[in-house]
């Protein structure tokens, strides 16, 4: 196809490292261990035209794989892109992946190395990336201990209410209606702030892709520890008072930051003595920590109610599909 | 999705590695020099459920990644796999794909080690596979030098052959309807054939997916050579006269060899007096090599015809589509 030369070009054009050409790229291994994922977005699954530019979806491909590296507490390094295009996709559109994932690559160090473009009638980004951890040993969602603090970065809900804007229609214009609608176009991975956790000791992390409740679920199964999480502490995105307004009250903020997806924050848990330390080290970084909670011995709890009955309700029904 | 349980908990059953369960996969790297590669099936365009099994699928996007590593002079090693699939493709058809995936993941060696899975309106299956060049550097495209030998391995024709088979709903039962269509749904990566031309002194090697006129003009042009191929020499696959002749002579085998694709054979240049001694290292795994030509100053010929001339014709056309 055509478009793979275009694509190439433009990534050449932009500086960003591409393959050899040949059939497979080769480079020096990144580090003595490695980190390796691969994550894909489905248009009608993950995006929908109607709101996604190209370089929305070239963007948050890159993005959400960065993220799962950082969470495991490395650094990014190589990847490589496999995009499934209907033979009608613009060519407009198609520069535009190709510049969000530029962007996207260059803001997280990381080398776009090589990839694959094939027909289909629906599209789709997968990419495969390569990580090196930064301390000796990757940071697994197993590390956590009873009594540890459970902390995240930044805020939460954002993603999901970004997701009810587009969906819905509401005026996008608004700067709340901005700053939610980034959240879910737009994600930032936190590699820099893995690094700082890294090295504040942090014993488990994951990222919040599939919201609090459920990404808890999963750090607390792996590490085989219950959780109780003070819902009064939890950091909600502001702009979600806003939007449970403009939908006459439907939509709790604490609800959506508890249950919403794709946020992509860090939830860490680190000895409670290092949070003061790890907290400094992010607000550097102009990122906030929040304790959350406490790492327990066996029940699993937000506020009064169980994970479990929280994981059920799951975020799916703020999508509106 | 109950989905990725099933699979993961199939490859685990197979004890093919898999994934920590966590953010990424975390191991330590497989070389000091990596290879990296991605290819993807997709459904419609690349395979059709008409006639393709879950196994025939999942065993040979491995195999093509495979066929990637193995043309850089490398054996693979980790791979992740994207998996997406509409929500009514039947458990039965998952369970084959991962078991063709976990065949040929054992086959050659390769850890299955992470992955993603997404619905979607149409079945695609992407792997992005890490390897490790058998030498101290990967074996490009660019090597071939003027005077050097023009080899391949193996025979040709036969997956373009298979596809023809298929497509046309001959008979399947017969011998070499089943070596063609063979050809075409378990392609073999020849890696440790590999493994023997970087010890035999293999100066570029390219893997034959897009056919012999095509991808050595990849060759040629990478190592700014011209080429002179013999017709006479071209191994074709034995079964195509027996297509020919079941097509009425419709279509012509030496044709099919040149211009089919899909066969993954290894085509690569060595020092004339290096042929003899790859030959007999390659005889020793049963493999073929035939020396079809000679490496040019300038000039691009098989037989009496310019590369181009046949690149044009391609064989797209065969896939009656």
């Known amino acids: 196809m055509a478009l793979i030369e275009r694509i190439v070009g433009r990534l050449a054009d932009a500086g960003v490292g591409v393959g050899s050409g040949d059939d497979a790229a080769f480079f020096p291994a990144p580090g003595a261990e490695l980190l390796f994922t691969t994550d894909a977005m489905v248009e009608g699954v993950d995006f929908r035209l109607q709101y996604c530019s190209g370089e929305d979806v070239g963007w948050k491909a890159i993005a959400i794989n ?14 490589v892109a496999t995009l499934i295009l209907p033979s009608s996709t613009p060519p407009s559109f198609v520069d ?30 997968s990419i495969a990336l390569l990580g090196v951890p930064f301390g000796e040993a990757a940071v697994l969602r ?43 176009l737009r994600p930032v991975a936190r590699v820099d702030e893995a690094a700082c956790l890294v090295a504040a000791g942090a014993g488990a992390m994951i990222d919040l892709s599939d919201g ?33 307004k403009e939908l006459d009250g439907e939509l709790d903020p604490l609800t959506v930051a508890i249950i919403g997806g794709e946020d992509f924050e860090l939830l860490f848990t680190i000895e ?47 999508r509106n599909r």
């Open 272 to 318: 409670a003595e290092r949070v003061d330390a790890a907290r400094a080290s992010l607000a550097e970084l102009g990122t906030p920590v929040t304790r959350i909670g406490t790492a327990a011995e066996s029940e699993r709890l937000i506020g009064e109610r169980k994970l479990e009955d929280w994981r059920k309700q799951g975020w799916e029904h703020l």
């Open 96 to 125: 535009g992946v190709v510049s969000g994932m530029r962007d996207a690559a260059q803001r997280w160090g990381i080398a776009l190395v090589g990839g694959d473009l094939s027909e289909g009638r629906e599209m789709a980004l």
């Open 66 to 79: 960065a993220s799962d590296i950082a969470a495991m507490g490395g650094r990014p390094a190589q990847a």
């Open 142 to 184: 197993s590390g956590a201990r009873a009594g540890d603090a459970i902390c995240v970065t930044g805020s939460l809900g954002g993603a999901a209410g970004g997701l009810a804007v587009l969906e819905r229609g509401l005026k996008r214009g608004v700067q709340q209606a901005r700053a939610l609608t980034a959240r879910q």
């Open 212 to 244: 609090l409740a459920v990404d808890l679920g999963h750090l607390t199964q792996s590490s085989a520890v219950g959780c109780r999480i003070d819902e009064s502490a939890i950091p909600v995105h502001r702009a979600l008072a806003w939007l449970a």
